[in-house]
T-cell receptor
Framework: AQSVAQPEDQVNVAEGNPLTVKCTYS??????LFWYVQYPNRGLQFLLK??????LVKGSYGFEAEFNKSQTSFHLKKPSALVSDSALYFC?????????????FGKGTKLSVIP | DSGVTQTPKHLITATGQRVTLRCSPR?????VYWYQQSLDQGLQFLIH???????AKGNILERFSAQQFPDLHSELNLSSLELGDSALYFC????????????FGPGTRLTVL
């Protein structure tokens, strides 16, 4: 079974500082990894994905993620955090079993950016 | 705005009742996924429909069922509701089942009293 783990329930960072939200994965076969963000009372918004290719993936709102196969990690990063980045972040893996490609999510990491 | 719509936005009902949640996918998307978000279980996959046919089931209770209609909208039916069914229910759509991103609706918040 495929799974992702987000080891931190909460990450606090000062505005303007770099931020990292951690994710590790466990898959059989090639990993297909995603980051989604959820703002209060909203649905999930897609940020970026890793399918194949470059290990550094660039996404929406200045976010990027680094895929590391040896460490089975897919950490989300941003060089300079904004207060408006405060939200719940989910790492996910796509499961192609049975041809469905449903997403398996981590438990989420709450990011708080402090002014 | 993802282009995925869900109704109703909020639903409050009593234990033992039955409710129907509705999802309209983005125009042109044939695939609809249902997910449940709760404090206990986090975000988990329930069921997937593709072009009217059930493609996969996840952690969906037998009291729950879904269908996708010819116009591609989908409905999730929850019956014999229990307190523990209180959660946020999301649908997501994609053009076809693939490793590409899914687009999520705003969710339906179900409260069972």
């Amino acid at each position: 079974a495929q799974s992702v783990a987000q080891p931190e329930d909460q990450v606090n960072v000062a505005e303007g500082n770099p931020l990292t939200v951690k994710c590790t994965y466990s898959v059989s076969g090639n990993p297909y990894l995603f980051w989604y963000v959820q703002y209060p009372n909203r649905g999930l918004q897609f940020l970026l994905k890793y399918i194949t290719g470059d290990n550094l993936v660039k996404g929406s709102y200045g976010f990027e993620a680094e895929f590391n196969k040896s460490q089975t990690s897919f950490h989300l990063k941003k060089p300079s955090a904004l207060v408006s980045d405060s939200a719940l972040y989910f790492c996910a893996v796509s499961d192609s079993g049975a041809g469905s490609y449903q997403l398996t999510f981590g438990k989420g990491t709450k990011l708080s950016v402090i002014p | 705005d993802s282009g995925v719509t869900q109704t109703p936005k909020h639903l409050i009902t009593a234990t033992g009742q039955r409710v129907t949640l509705r999802c309209s996918p983005r125009s042109g998307d044939l695939s609809v996924y249902w997910y449940q978000q709760s404090l206990d279980q986090g975000l988990q996959f329930l069921i997937h429909y593709y072009n009217g046919e059930e493609r996969a089931k996840g952690n969906i209770l037998e009291r729950f069922s879904a269908q996708q209609f010819p116009d591609l909208h989908s409905e999730l039916n929850l019956s014999s509701l229990e307190l523990g069914d209180s959660a946020l229910y999301f649908c997501a759509s994609s053009v076809v089942p693939s490793h590409n991103e899914q687009f999520f609706g705003p969710g339906t918040r179900l409260t069972v009293l």
